[in-house]
């Protein structure tokens, strides 16, 4: 493990260097990375959960007070500070029972637990959480050398035994709770984009856009230098303010991503101006510095934009990070359209993306390479975020990259196709919309009214006019109603410009401690209607909410609406629990309540174009396959030359013929059904089945479904056969590998999990092979 004393600002936060050691079972090298050690975190936890309840008490006893009759002060002991030796290793440490007397009273374990003989499994495997995380802190105090970050660990240490001597949660005491400035990094970042360039082209202020995020995502994975360090480098500096934020850093930011018992917030939320002049000199420095060792590696397309750009645009925001009087860090910014007058406004900007934690300094420009291109993917980068996630065993019936690469060569793209008002009769409905947004024609902000600050003259124009336009298109909702609404400051409104004028927008109200928006108005006016600027409409209100962490959305729909919104993935069949929003939304007579719930890895904005794409993609490998079936090939001629026989397999073309052929007799849907269903059930008994009979369950694996996107289990599997949803042998091999998959990606090999998945595996291809599904 490094020492602190040779960490320097301006490398990435690496998990294992300085101030946050490895992730434990990550090896406390450099190139662990946190991602990986936070997963493998995960695992340990899962793995403690699933224990029988007699080991979970045994763990929970050293930690808990003793509740023996008498006057015993006894709280647990492991709950004394951290003396000055090592600490145990984990076998050591795991070795009690119950039946053991306490090290610190004359009790037996046992009197330590019996506040937990009732308590729910969910409770319990929460306070195991808690416990492994002030085990890992327990050693992360032992290997710090820095007297300021040992304090907050020791701190955070003694808060999270309190919480398991209470079986609260953790709730850190602070006199402020985060965002704690205002405007964060992330919006002053966001408002530079829009003062200095908001007057480009579309081409041009995306390129500027992907050096925003660029820029970002390096501060939200940064390695803050230590108080003391930063005295020795900048002694007039002002090192009081500097501890606070260091503090408030390692406690929100920083720590939180191993110990997952504390709530984890983005650097660029919750810090503003301040910390970023703390760090931005060094930072633009040392990352300018990089990139020019790094540029051989850089794609040729990156290179121009990190190695010219870059220093121009960090040059830039130079000036307005310390400039005194920089409007960008106003919060009642808006970039207007001439002259750059300000407004207030809460804008839809592109979501700024958090990727994967960088492992070391030496793969800084991963941060570079992981921003993607295309106008609007903004949470799923379109390329791998690093050469080993191209190692990653493949799935039966995956498409080779290579292939798709290939192919998606041959595909315009849909950013070079020429501009015009002519589409397509198979376009999809908000190409139109989208083209008018990419040329400047439309814009879209969210607003509402305020109390609290100056009004401001163009954003109450605005809302006059959405209040019109509510008004002539809903004629039986009473105008003054619709007032009130719209001018409403808990209230905000997706509006839509066009030529400087409101045609339209959507009024809604955020509950975020219900975990649902209610959609109260939404309307285009009629002559800018057939458009689809309706859709267009939905889908940024969408991605604005999922940026803010609420993925349902709740209306009430009158006659004239219902179609519009089936047509946006609303439903009647309501997602959010009705205890959650009786009593806070509004009813209406004589309307349909409607829900639709978002799924945050969709970019709904540039959704219509990705299935374009992927339509384009798989018609283009069918053309190619057909190709291959239909070519003709020569005759043989080696029997003019005195061959008696050759084998089957060298002629020519017969192995697609053979290929094609096999399981034929399975075209037969019935045939098909037995067959797997006779397969899946050997499966299913098989001794190694057991750890992927039913989905995994969070509480058990609370990190399983940010390391696995696509998850698969028996159970699952045996619903899609019930429902005929395996119509060709390769999507029923494709969920069973994905099984497989799944599991050596998330565990270590020396898992149980990892074995079970291994036997299992080599057991179902047999029994593929002797149902004749694939070649013996």
Same mark, same amino acid.
């Given at each position: 493990m490094?020492?602190s ?5 301006g ?5 294992a260097?300085?101030?946050?050691p ?8 450099e ?7 936070s997963a ?5 936890k899962?793995?403690?959960?699933s224990?029988p309840?007699?080991?979970?008490l045994?763990k929970?006893g050293v930690?808990?007070?003793?509740k023996?009759e008498g ?8 709950s004394q500070?951290p003396?000055p030796t ?5 076998q050591?440490s795991?070795?009690?029972?119950l039946?053991e ?5 004359s009790?037996t ?8 003989e ?11 959480g808690?416990v492994?995380?002030?085990?890992y802190?327990?050693?992360?105090i ?5 007297a300021?970050?040992k ?5 955070l240490?003694?808060?999270?035994? %309190?919480s398991? !001597?209470q079986?609260? &949660?953790?709730? @850190?005491?602070?006199?402020e709770? /985060?965002?704690?400035?205002?405007p ?5 970042v966001n408002n530079?984009?829009?003062?200095k360039?908001?007057h480009l ?6 390129t ?7 820029f970002?995502?390096?501060i939200?994975?940064?390695q803050?230098e230590?108080?003391s360090?930063?005295?020795?480098r900048?002694?007039n ?10 503090t408030r850093?390692l ?7 191993f110990?997952?018992s504390?709530p ?5 939320q ?11 000199t060094?930072m633009?420095?040392?990352l300018?510095e990089q990139?020019?060792?790094e %540029?051989?590696? !850089?794609?040729?397309? &990156?290179?121009? @934009?990190?190695?010219?750009?870059? /220093?121009?645009f960090?040059?830039?925001?130079e000036e307005?990070?310390?400039?005194h009087?920089s ?6 910014f808006?970039a207007g359209?001439?002259?750059?007058r300000?407004?207030m406004s809460?804008?839809c ?11 070391n300094r030496?793969?800084l ?9 295309p106008?609007g ?9 690093s050469?080993?996630?191209n ?7 995956d498409?080779p ?7 998606m ?15 397509s009769a ?9 083209l008018?947004?990419?040329?400047g ?15 401001n003259?163009?954003?109450?124009m605005?809302?006059?006019?959405l209040q ?9 909702m009473?105008?003054?109603y ?14 839509l410009i ?5 045609i339209?927008?959507i ?11 209610e959609i ?6 009629s002559?800018?209607q057939v458009k ?9 209100l ?5 940026k ?9 729909a009158d006659e004239?609406a219902?179609g ?7 439903s009647k069949?309501i997602?959010?629990?009705k205890?959650k929003?009786?009593?806070?939304i509004k009813d209406?007579?004589?309307a349909?309540l409607m829900?639709?719930?978002?799924n945050?890895s969709?970019?709904?904005t540039?959704?219509?174009?990705i299935?374009?794409k992927q ?21 043989l ?10 084998p089957i397999?060298s002629?020519?073309?017969?192995r697609?013929?053979?290929?094609f052929?096999?399981?034929k ?15 899946l ?5 098989h001794?190694n089945?057991w750890p992927?009979m ?6 058990e694996a ?5 390391v696995?996107r696509?998850?698969?289990d028996?159970?699952?599997m045996?619903e899609?056969?019930?429902s005929?949803?395996y119509?060709?042998r ?9 099984i497989f998959?799944n599991c050596?990606?998330?565990n ?8 079970c998945?291994n036997?299992?595996?080599?057991f179902f291809?047999t029994?593929?092979?002797e149902?004749g599904?694939?070649?013996?």
């Amino acid at each position: 493990m490094a020492d602190s004393a040779g960490i320097q600002q301006g490398s990435p936060a690496i998990g294992a260097a300085g101030l946050v050691p490895a992730a434990p079972g990550a090896g406390g090298t450099e190139g662990s990375g946190a991602a990986r050690g936070s997963a493998r975190i995960a695992v340990k936890k899962a793995q403690l959960r699933s224990s029988p309840r007699p080991k979970k008490l045994e763990k929970l006893g050293v930690y808990s007070s003793c509740k023996a009759e008498g006057a015993c002060k006894c709280n647990g002991w492991k709950s004394q500070n951290p003396p000055p030796t090592p600490p145990q290793t984990e076998q050591q440490s795991n070795a009690v029972n119950l039946q053991e007397p306490c090290r610190s009273c004359s009790h037996t374990l046992g009197d330590h637990v019996t506040h937990l003989e009732n308590v729910s499994e969910e409770e319990m495997n929460r306070l195991l959480g808690i416990v492994l995380d002030v085990e890992y802190l327990y050693t992360c105090i032992h290997k710090e050398e820095d007297a300021d970050t040992k304090q907050v660990y020791f701190s955070l240490f003694k808060l999270l035994r %309190k919480s398991i !001597l209470q079986m609260g &949660k953790p709730m @850190l005491e602070a006199q402020e709770s /985060p965002p704690f400035e205002k405007p964060s990094i992330e919006q002053g970042v966001n408002n530079f984009v829009q003062y200095k360039f908001s007057h480009l082209p579309s081409k041009e202020r995306q390129t500027i856009m992907e050096l925003a995020k660029m820029f970002l995502n390096q501060i939200n994975y940064w390695q803050l230098e230590t108080p003391s360090q930063r005295r020795q480098r900048v002694p007039n500096d002002d090192a009081a303010g500097y501890k606070v934020n260091y503090t408030r850093w390692l406690c929100y930011c920083n720590v939180p991503q191993f110990c997952d018992s504390l709530p984890r917030y983005e650097t660029t939320q919750i810090f503003g101006r301040t910390l970023l002049r703390s760090v931005f000199t060094v930072m633009r420095k040392q990352l300018l510095e990089q990139a020019r060792q790094e %540029k051989d590696k !850089l794609p040729p397309e &990156k290179r121009t @934009l990190i190695l010219t750009h870059f /220093p121009k645009f960090l040059s830039m925001l130079e000036e307005e990070v310390y400039s005194h009087n920089s409007p960008i860090w106003s919060q009642d910014f808006l970039a207007g359209a001439a002259g750059g007058r300000l407004q207030m406004s809460v804008t839809c900007l592109p979501t700024i993306p958090t990727v994967p934690h960088h492992p070391n300094r030496a793969l800084l420009m991963r941060a570079f390479l992981c921003v993607h291109s295309p106008a609007g993917e903004k949470r799923k980068p379109s390329e791998p975020l690093s050469h080993e996630e191209n190692k990653r065993p493949r799935v039966v019936g995956d498409i080779p990259m290579d292939l798709i690469n290939e192919v998606m060569a041959t595909i315009a793209d849909p950013a070079a196709i020429p501009e015009t008002s002519l589409l397509s009769a198979h376009s999809a409905r908000d190409e139109a919309a989208r083209l008018e947004e990419r040329r400047g024609v439309i814009e879209f902000h969210v607003i509402g009214n305020s109390l609290n600050q100056k009004p401001n003259k163009r954003i109450l124009m605005w809302l006059v006019g959405l209040q019109n336009v509510f008004s002539h298109q809903l004629p039986r909702m009473p105008k003054e109603y619709i007032t009130r609404l719209v001018f409403d400051p808990k209230h905000k409104t997706l509006s839509l410009i066009k030529d400087g004028r409101v045609i339209g927008g959507i009024c809604f109200r955020m509950f975020p401690s219900q975990g649902f928006t209610e959609i109260v108005f939404c309307a285009v006016t009629s002559n800018e209607q057939v458009k689809g600027y309706g859709t267009h409409l939905m889908n940024h209100l969408k991605e604005y909410h999922i940026k803010h962490e609420i993925l349902n959305f709740l209306t009430y729909a009158d006659e004239y609406a219902i179609g519009y919104f089936k047509k946006q993935g609303f439903s009647k069949d309501i997602k959010v629990p009705k205890s959650k929003y009786v009593g806070y939304i509004k009813d209406y007579e004589g309307a349909t309540l409607m829900g639709c719930e978002l799924n945050p890895s969709i970019p709904y904005t540039e959704f219509s174009v990705i299935i374009k794409k992927q339509k384009e993609i798989i018609k283009k490998l069918i053309e190619r396959k057909q190709a291959q079936i239909r070519k003709v090939y020569p005759g043989l001629s080696c029997f003019k030359d005195g061959v008696r026989q050759i084998p089957i397999e060298s002629i020519p073309g017969i192995r697609m013929l053979f290929f094609f052929s096999v399981g034929k007799e399975l075209k037969d849907p019935d045939q098909l059904y037995s067959t797997l269903k006779t397969i899946l059930q050997h499966v299913k008994s098989h001794q190694n089945a057991w750890p992927f009979m039913e989905p995994v369950k969070k509480t058990e694996a609370p990190g399983y479904y940010q390391v696995i996107r696509f998850p698969m289990d028996l159970k699952t599997m045996s619903e899609r056969l019930k429902s005929r949803y395996y119509t060709t042998r390769k999507l029923f091999m494709a969920d069973m590998q994905r099984i497989f998959t799944n599991c050596r990606e998330y565990n270590p090999p020396e898992s149980e999990y990892y074995k079970c998945a291994n036997l299992l595996e080599k057991f179902f291809y047999t029994k593929i092979k002797e149902a004749g599904l694939i070649e013996k």
